[in-house]
């Protein structure tokens, strides 16, 4: 069995490691704290705060209840699900979905990621190692191999796979049953996944963006498995500044209850979500060091644009896939940045949370300060 695959550890300590604010560490962290992929020890620390059910997931109201349909009708039926897709931005809950999926119908989940599956033959050892029932979790899907993608399509609609023996004209495929398995793909980019292999998904769902008023809920849930004791008006102002991704939600409140501890009394209130946020550089609106630098040195040093990614990139001082990949798209679903043929603009609504005001036409480049 590949090394990336392995079973699910349903016991995961909390993290409660406090942060050193001058440590190069530290500098890294924050500039993954609005992050919404997870990196490093998140993943355990995650495990301990998802809900384990679908009554649990708070939002993607119309998601839990399609699938919850489709899972019901497979028990009706005493049969394995249709293969499921989970598509969106990272951070919203497709893992935990593929877990909920694997308990609600007590069945093993298996888990692996699109990039670990190089070859034919490594997709080929992780089904030959399935059981009937099994539900197997693909991440990052859209970044499987061709030669495992085309290996897949068998397997998900006949369950068998053929396993090439030899090489040239000698070679010779030998048909490998495989049990009827579910198969959970997770992809944040559907659209760079083959129509064939989209075709033989049963169910797909495309998992939004949460509004503040369902991150409140999680921020509360979170706090109490945590421990964390906090006011309304504290959980109020970490949902409004997660930028819609519940893992950011969760991470910005762990940065907050250290805040609490060493400089406060414990207890989250708004003035130390405030203070805490305001310490790491996540303003009233999510927007992070990083995004503030984008909007602003495209503001202030070429007039709002139009200025080409890479031209951005070095100017903020990061990799261009940094700011095309993190910091381009909450900025263009804020509106504060577009994406044209001649490269990226600052829209007046970036200008005017800089304090600027956009230049008139025909003064390109020139500045006017606010009142």
């Known amino acids: 069995?590949?090394?990336?695959?392995?079973?699910?550890?349903?016991?995961?300590?909390?993290?409660?490691?406090?942060?050193?604010?001058?440590?190069?560490?530290?500098?890294?962290?924050?500039?993954?704290?609005?992050?919404?992929?997870?990196?490093?020890?998140?993943?355990?620390?995650?495990?301990?705060?998802?809900?384990?059910?679908?009554?649990?997931?708070?939002?993607?109201?119309?998601?839990?209840?399609?699938?919850?349909?489709?899972?019901?009708?497979?028990?009706?039926?005493?049969?394995?699900?249709?293969?499921?897709?989970?598509?969106?931005?990272?951070?919203?809950?497709?893992?935990?979905?593929?877990?909920?999926?694997?308990?609600?119908?007590?069945?093993?989940?298996?888990?692996t990621s699109g990039p670990a599956i190089t070859h034919a033959g490594d997709l080929a050892a992780i089904l030959s190692g399935l059981n009937e029932g099994d539900v197997l979790f693909v991440d990052e899907i859209h970044r499987m191999s061709r030669p495992a993608e085309e290996m897949l399509y068998?397997?998900?609609?006949?369950?068998?796979?053929?396993?090439?023996?030899?090489?040239?004209p000698g070679a010779t495929a030998i048909p490998l049953e495989i049990p009827p398995f579910t198969l959970v793909g997770a992809t944040t980019r559907a659209g760079l996944l083959p129509g064939p292999l989209r075709d033989r998904f049963g169910f797909t769902?495309?998992?939004?963006?949460?509004?503040?008023?369902?991150?409140?809920?999680?921020?509360?849930?979170?706090?109490?498995?945590?421990?964390?004791?906090?006011?309304?008006?504290?959980a109020a102002e970490i949902a409004s500044r997660s930028r819609g991704t519940?893992?950011?939600?969760?991470?910005?409140?762990?940065?907050?209850?250290?805040?609490?501890?060493?400089?406060?009394?414990?207890?989250?209130?708004?003035?130390?979500?405030?203070?805490?946020l305001d310490l790491y550089e996540v303003d009233a609106l999510g927007l992070d060091r990083l995004d503030r630098g984008v909007i602003d040195v495209l503001?202030?040093?070429?007039?709002?644009?139009?200025v080409g990614v890479s031209t951005l990139a070095v100017a903020v001082g990061e990799e261009r896939e940094t700011v095309e990949e993190v910091a381009e798209p909450f900025l263009v679903r804020l509106g504060f940045l577009a994406r044209t043929p001649r490269g990226r603009i600052a829209t007046p609504a970036a200008w005017a949370h800089l304090g600027l005001s956009a230049p008139r036409e025909g003064d390109e480049g020139t500045l006017f300060e606010s009142q």
């Open 1 to 111: 069995m590949p090394h990336d695959e392995h079973d699910v550890q349903p016991d995961v300590q909390h993290d409660l490691d406090p942060l050193d604010p001058l440590s190069r560490a530290e500098d890294d962290h924050l500039r993954s704290l609005t992050a919404a992929e997870a990196e490093g020890d998140e993943r355990a620390i995650e495990a301990a705060l998802r809900p384990r059910t679908l009554d649990e997931v708070v939002g993607q109201a119309r998601v839990r209840e399609q699938l919850g349909l489709v899972l019901e009708a497979a028990r009706l039926r005493e049969r394995a699900p249709d293969h499921v897709l989970l598509s969106g931005p990272p951070g919203l809950g497709k893992t935990t979905l593929a877990m909920i999926i694997a308990a609600e119908m007590s069945a093993p989940l298996r888990l």
């Open 154 to 168: 068998l397997a998900m609609e006949d369950f068998r796979v053929d396993v090439v023996i030899g090489k040239g």
């Open 205 to 234: 769902g495309h998992l939004e963006f949460y509004d503040p008023a369902e991150l409140d809920l999680i921020v509360h849930r979170s706090a109490g498995l945590l421990g964390v004791e906090l006011t309304a008006a504290g």
């Open 246 to 276: 519940p893992r950011i939600a969760n991470r910005l409140l762990r940065r907050v209850r250290d805040y609490a501890q060493v400089r406060a009394d414990g207890v989250v209130t708004l003035e130390v979500a405030h203070a805490t």
């Open 299 to 306: 503001c202030r040093r070429f007039g709002g644009g139009p």
